[in-house]
């Protein structure tokens, strides 16, 4: 199941934008057009940039950037709960950044900068470097920005300034029950 070049990707944005030239493709995906041409010249990754453009135009990413149709979807809600719109996203895809398709859960929470949806990588149950990680309480999964410090101990920074930043030391820090690490944020299409 490989990826296309981006040759190939760009040729079938061409036909799914309705465009004839590179540079309308790379207006739409919003880079420079020689950048398009560069990375088309070195067969560069223009994923990020397609995956955002799917995202703002709810294009399928199957059609775009696959061979092979597979796919693991992702669904956007609206406030009452209802499927609003629907991405997939290909296992080779998911492979080519070293993720495990059958390892990913998708997490959506509100509230500090955190409104996108969130494509956890459950493999990774322990804080280890800095980033946005799922973390189980009692009765919920939160996502948290995390920080590791020189000796140890983890800080939660918090982007409100009625909330205050929370700091674990390092053996608490030992029973934090992880439930993963986000490895892809989603923001669902204007």
């Known amino acids: 199941m490989p990826l296309l070049t981006t040759t190939e990707i ?3 944005l061409k036909d799914v934008l309705n465009v004839k030239s590179d540079g309308e493709v790379a207006d739409f995906l919003r ?3 020689p ?3 560069m990375k088309k010249t070195r067969n560069s990754s223009i994923v990020d940039d397609v ?10 990413l199957n059609q775009i950037l696959i061979k092979d149709s597979k796919a693991f979807p992702v669904f956007f809600r609206d406030e009452s709960g209802n499927k609003t719109n629907e991405i997939h996203l290909s296992r080779a895809f998911l ?3 070293g993720l495990d398709p059958e390892s990913l859960i998708v997490i959506n929470q ?3 900068l955190f409104d996108n949806l969130h494509l956890v990588d459950t493999r990774v149950t322990r804080i280890n470097s800095d980033g ?3 973390i189980a309480t009692e009765n919920n999964v939160l996502l948290k920005q995390a920080t590791i410090r020189l000796d140890g101990s983890i800080l939660f920074p918090s982007r409100i300034p009625e909330i205050p930043a929370e700091n674990i030391d390092k053996s608490s820090a030992k029973t934090l029950h992880v ?3 986000t490895v892809l944020m989603l923001a669902p299409p204007d």
């Open 10 to 12: 760009i040729e079938r």
């Open 31 to 33: 880079i420079k057009r």
């Open 35 to 37: 950048a398009l041409s």
């Open 51 to 60: 995956l955002h453009l799917a995202q703002r135009m709810e294009l399928d």
């Open 95 to 97: 492979e080519a950044r």
């Open 110 to 112: 509100e509230g500090q």
């Open 132 to 134: 946005i990680y799922a």
């Open 179 to 181: 439930v993963g690490r």
